[in-house]
């Protein structure tokens, strides 16, 4: 999944942004409202911590341009305050979830993980194809009851693949939903995941190239 970190506290920013890559997500992070709406015009992003306090643009406007757009990203607002009446002015204003300062992290994750299942189609609680099967919420993958020991981008890579098997996936797509900012588009990053995926995987390969940069798994 891909998310969104706006905190205008450049430390918890970075903390949350670290900690939810760890956690196999791709994050963009930014400090000021007026970035947020940069990246939320041009990028699809499953969730937005939305911090409500923020300099440049407000996060309620954040909020409320989200909602007036229809959009399907889901916002987890932040705040210092967590009085009720905090709670439901956020909840009011389009916000799908709230959550006060300080939390647990654990928690933080938890809750990011359930507004991006409401964020997308949903899916089965394990992905399968062939002998492979992946499950989501315990990062677990295996290939014939053998665990694969993957990393973060190769997991998430897998899991994208494996949501929608049979389909071509552009290298594009998968830049954008696997990497974050940090990722130069006109890398070999994809292709180069797939490469270390692919000798994980071992035989029979599942995972084929089709001309023009996309790939699908299957079994052939």
């Given at each position: ?156 890579l897998l899991e994208c693949l494996l949501a929608r098997p049979g389909l071509v996936i552009s290298a ?49």
């Amino acid at each position: 999944m891909r998310v969104l970190v706006v905190e205008d506290f450049e430390v918890l920013a970075r903390s949350i942004g670290n900690g939810l890559r760890r956690e196999g997500m791709a994050v963009d992070v930014v400090l000021d409202g007026t970035a947020a709406l940069d990246r939320l015009a041009a990028i699809r992003y499953d969730v937005v911590i939305l911090d409500r306090d923020l300099p440049g643009v407000h996060g309620d406007e954040i909020c409320r341009w989200l909602a007036h757009g229809r959009c399907e990203t889901r916002v987890l607002m932040l705040t210092a305050s967590g009085t009720i009446k905090d709670r439901v002015d956020g909840l009011s204003l389009g916000a799908d979830d709230y959550l006060p300062k300080p939390f647990a992290f654990a928690e933080l994750v938890a809750r990011v993980r359930a507004l991006a299942r409401r964020a997308t189609p949903p899916l089965p609680p394990t992905l399968a194809c062939g002998d492979i099967t992946l499950d989501p919420a315990r990062r677990v993958a295996l290939r014939a009851g053998r665990r694969l020991e993957l990393s973060p981008r190769e997991f998430a890579l897998l899991e994208c693949l494996l949501a929608r098997p049979g389909l071509v996936i552009s290298a594009e797509e998968l830049l954008e939903r696997v990497w974050d900012e940090a990722a130069d588009p006109f890398s070999s990053a994809v292709k180069h995941t797939v490469h270390r995926l692919r000798g994980k995987l071992g035989d029979p390969p599942v995972i084929e190239t089709v001309r023009q940069g996309g790939y699908r798994i299957g079994l052939s």
